[in-house]
């Protein structure tokens, strides 16, 4: 019998140790005529950051007590494959069942809906998980979800968080995680941050939905090949955004914030 894709996902979960997706949101939310993309992005983000700051710690030093001789890039490298396995099963499941027959469009169509939440949720995760590799740790909500945003929008997130904070690359991020931000609204940065990932991925992502609602057994291939390249994306960016990550771990099994890789060439 075929796992559903959130019952899929779920496994993955458990065997990797990642903590439980803290919703899926109805299909129904995106028929929903008086909420906007940017309504819905919202929704989705506060839902999927709101992960606790100790089950991340917990997840990442799980990775690490299994791994115990790799340093932080290669537990970020895991963290990363662990990411795109899950966008890449849960990709594949919807287009699974756009060629069942019976299945109609609009039930699809809401499968999708539940599949972005997917996708975001995994994306958040990574984006806290990987910070907190970095030894950023950001407590309150608002920067939480600056973190997850521009983190997903990489080079281009930086930037807006980088001159909304008076810092530049990955500083401006590591800045998320101090104590005090005079005369930054978070909120209006957030809304910003917001709309450009709409653009970015909700433009991106519109072959890759069609594509899932191909009959016959093609979509599944297309919806598992389409959300690793949108994963994939995702991966280049948070590399981008954070930077090189840090060379050791201390003593304190803490990660050495300020010893950094120097990039290549």
Avoid: C
């Avoid at 955004?241 to 950094?260: I, K, M, N, S, T």
């Amino acid at each position: 019998m075929r796992k559903s894709k959130s019952v899929a996902h779920s496994d993955d979960n458990r065997r990797s140790g990642a903590p439980a997706p803290v919703t899926y949101v109805d299909g129904r939310a995106a028929q929903n005529a008086g909420k906007s993309s940017l309504a819905i992005l919202t929704v989705l983000v506060d839902k999927a950051q709101r992960l606790q700051q100790p089950a991340v710690a917990k997840y990442v030093r799980r990775v690490r007590r299994k791994h115990p001789d790799e340093g932080p890039e290669q537990v970020i490298r895991r963290l990363e494959k662990h990411y795109l396995r899950s966008v890449t099963a849960s990709g594949g499941a919807v287009g699974a069942a756009a060629a069942i027959p019976g299945v109609g469009t609009l039930t699809a169509l809401g499968a999708i809906t539940a599949e972005s939440a997917v996708f975001i949720e995994a994306s958040a995760l990574l984006a806290l998980a990987v910070a907190e590799v970095h030894g950023i740790s950001p407590a309150d909500t608002e920067r939480r979800k600056t973190l997850v945003l521009a983190v997903a929008l990489g080079e281009e997130g930086t930037s807006v968080v980088g001159k909304a904070l008076g810092a530049r690359g990955g500083d401006a991020i590591a800045k998320l995680g101090v104590p005090g931000m005079p005369g930054v609204n978070l909120s209006t940065l957030n809304k910003t941050l917001g709309n450009r990932f709409i653009k970015k991925f909700t433009i991106g992502k519109a072959p890759v939905v069609m594509g899932k609602l191909i009959p016959g057994g093609i979509g599944a291939v297309v919806g598992g090949v389409g959300n690793r390249a949108l994963g994939s994306l995702v991966v280049r960016n948070a590399r981008e955004a954070f930077g090189p990550p840090p060379r050791f771990w201390d003593v304190d099994g803490e990660v050495l914030a300020h010893q950094r890789t120097i990039e290549a060439g």
